[in-house]
Antibody, heavy 114, light 113 residues
Framework: EVQLVESGGGLVKPGGSLRLSCGAS????????MTWVRQAPGKGLEWVST????????YYADSVKGRFTISRDNSRNSVYLQMNSLRVEDTAVYYC???????WGQGTLVTVSS | DIVMTQSPLSLPVTPGEPASISCRSS????????????VDWYLQKPGQSPQLLIY???YRASGVPDRFSGSGSGTHFTLKISRVEAEDVGLYYC?????????FGQGTKVEIK
């Protein structure tokens, strides 16, 4: 059974940092791209970032470029999202997803507030 | 960026009746290199994470009932539910992954009449 478990969310002040983690199991992690998608409270889905399997490519949404960094550790079956210079508008549930969105985790809530 | 526009945004449905959701993209999602059209459909049930229903225009994801189908071409796409069931309520999103940044439609809320 495929499982994706996000962690690392919490309350942080504007300008602060957080590192999200997503642990994967139940599939060959090293051959899949991984993606972060977020959902602000009461809003729709917003793609954040995708990292290739090796990784041979990385992409970011303009809204997070230069502030967020995606990475992965295939030996630990994990993908990460380092979030710096956080803004109030980054408040959202952050989901990690496998490949083209085949499977999603349960999400972790990030709240940016003073 | 490719803009995805869904309609309607709210869809009251009657169990047992068909339903459809439209999604339009600001540019064609057809990839002439491989012949695929890169639009996917997701359902987010209340309080849950999104789940993939349809990928690459018309392929049902694993475990998705065959009452769900995807169709369309170019810039106009449709998700159809042949006979709505009570468990189908939630928010439906189309998403394009032809190009980065991947972009979602605004979502269509399906609820039982």
């Amino acid at each position: 059974e495929v499982q994706l478990v996000e962690s690392g969310g919490g309350l942080v002040k504007p300008g602060g940092s957080l590192r999200l983690s997503c642990g994967a199991s139940g599939f060959n992690f090293s051959i899949y791209s991984m993606t972060w998608v977020r959902q602000a409270p009461g809003k729709g889905l917003e793609w954040v970032s995708t990292i290739g399997s090796r990784p041979h490519y990385i992409y970011y949404a303009d809204s997070v470029k230069g502030r967020f960094t995606i990475s992965r550790d295939n030996s630990r079956n994990s993908v990460y999202l380092q979030m710096n210079s956080l803004r109030v508008e980054d408040t959202a549930v952050y989901y990690c997803a496998r490949g083209r969105g085949v499977d999603w985790g349960q999400g972790t809530l990030v709240t940016v507030s003073s | 960026d490719i803009v995805m526009t869904q309609s309607p945004l709210s869809l009251p449905v009657t169990p047992g009746e068909p339903a459809s959701i439209s999604c339009r993209s600001s540019q064609s999602l057809f990839d002439s290199d491989d012949g695929n059209t890169y639009v996917d459909w997701y359902l987010q049930k209340p309080g849950q994470s999104p789940q993939l229903l349809i990928y690459t225009l018309s392929y049902r994801a694993s475990g998705v009932p065959d009452r769900f189908s995807g169709s369309g071409s170019g810039t106009h796409f449709t998700l159809k539910i042949s006979r709505v069931e009570a468990e189908d309520v939630g928010l439906y999103y189309c998403m394009q992954r032809l190009d980065f940044p991947w972009t979602f439609g605004q979502g269509t809320k399906v609820e039982i009449k």
